[in-house]
Structure formats: structure tokens, C-alpha cells
């Protein structure tokens, strides 16, 4: 019987279109996730909306979603990388060690977490603390971008290089940014002040 010619390994023609088709699904979701973002039209709708979305692969690892803390009408909201350990398991951000030093932050300059709002850029603990890929970041960031838009701060305060690179649109380190006033434009154009910050971990 007829068999099906092999094709010859030394062959310059160009690889099957694996990548690309398998790349497909992970843009997919990356739409989906704009879409779900642009739709939520409160705060509680985000969440759900987080909550229902299965399109991160971080959410199959993860123990819980860490949505945000604090106060969603305050006038400044802090936005951090991605959960730890302790954050996964309450469920909050910044309540590790990096949170116990955010608080003592806080407190210094007379504010606590009823008078800030706070959230992450990654909503779900990446295995092992490992950094967020590139992919993971941006299925998450419509998420955190319409999520600033409901927030509505007077004043954003990046926490850490991801944070501040992804909100700012910069490829400039978060050592020459920090302390410096910047602006957040979001998807409706609204500018908001920016203070970029060392991340507590980093202290």
C-alpha cells in the first residue's frame, strides 16, 4: 500500500505552523480579557469578572485570587507586581512581610489601609514567586488598567520595575524613575499623577 513520504529532516522548507496555531489560543484569551475588562462597569463587576476568567494560566496554580485591599475611595491607589505565598493563601495583597513594611510605610506619612486603595498588576501567585511572563502580564493587564479607571485615584503609586514600566510605558528602571512625578494615561486618556516607588520587598 501507498505510505506516506518523510518528510527529510535536512530540508530547509519552512517548520509545520505549530507555533503559530498554538499561539492563537493565548491571544484569544488576551482579547477576551480587553473585553471582559472594557465591560465591567464597577469595581464588584471587575472581580466577578476576574473570578469567572480562566484564560491565565497562573489561576490553575494559584489558591486564591488576590483582588485588592483597603479603601476603593481613596484618593491614592498602590499597585504592586504579583502576589507571594501569604498573599495566595488570605487572599489579599501586600500582608507578607513586604505588607508589614508597606504598613509601617503607610503609618510614617500618617496613612493606613483605609486611607489607600491597593492591587496588583498579576491578580493570581505565579508558581514558586517566579516572575510573571511576558504573555501572563499581558492577559492580566487590561484588568489592572480598567481596574484603575473604576478606582479613579488622585494620585497612582507604583510599587516595584513591572508595575511601574507596564502603568508608566517606559523602559526606564524604576531607580531613576522612583521619586519622580509621572503621569498614567488611561484607555479613555485620562492622565493620572504618578509617583513610582522601590518596591517593599526591594527595602
Known sequence: PPTTPV???RS????????????????QQAMRARALAREAATIQE???????FDGCNLKTTAKNLVFADGNPQARIMLVGEAPGRDEDI?????VGRSG?????????????????YISNVIPWRPPGN?????????????????????VDPAVLVTLGNPSTKLLLQT??????MRGKWAE???AAGKQIATMPSLHPAYL
Do not use: N
Open 46 to 52: 471587575l472581580h466577578d469578572a476576574l473570578a469567572g
Open 171 to 176: 523602559q526606564t528602571g524604576i531607580m531613576r
Open 7 to 9: 518528510p527529510d529532516p
Open 100 to 116: 508589614q513594611l508597606l504598613d509601617r510605610m503607610l503609618a510614617a506619612i500618617g496613612l493606613d489601609r483605609t486611607s489607600v
Open 130 to 150: 517566579r516572575d510573571p511572563s511576558p504573555l501572563e502580564t499581558e492577559i492580566c493587564r487590561p484588568f489592572i488598567e480598567r481596574h484603575i479607571e473604576l
Open 12 to 27: 530547509d522548507q519552512p517548520p509545520p505552523r505549530a507555533p503559530a496555531t498554538a499561539a492563537v489560543p493565548d491571544e
Open 184 to 186: 498614567h494615561t488611561t
Open 90 to 94: 488570605q487572599g489579599l495583597p501586600f
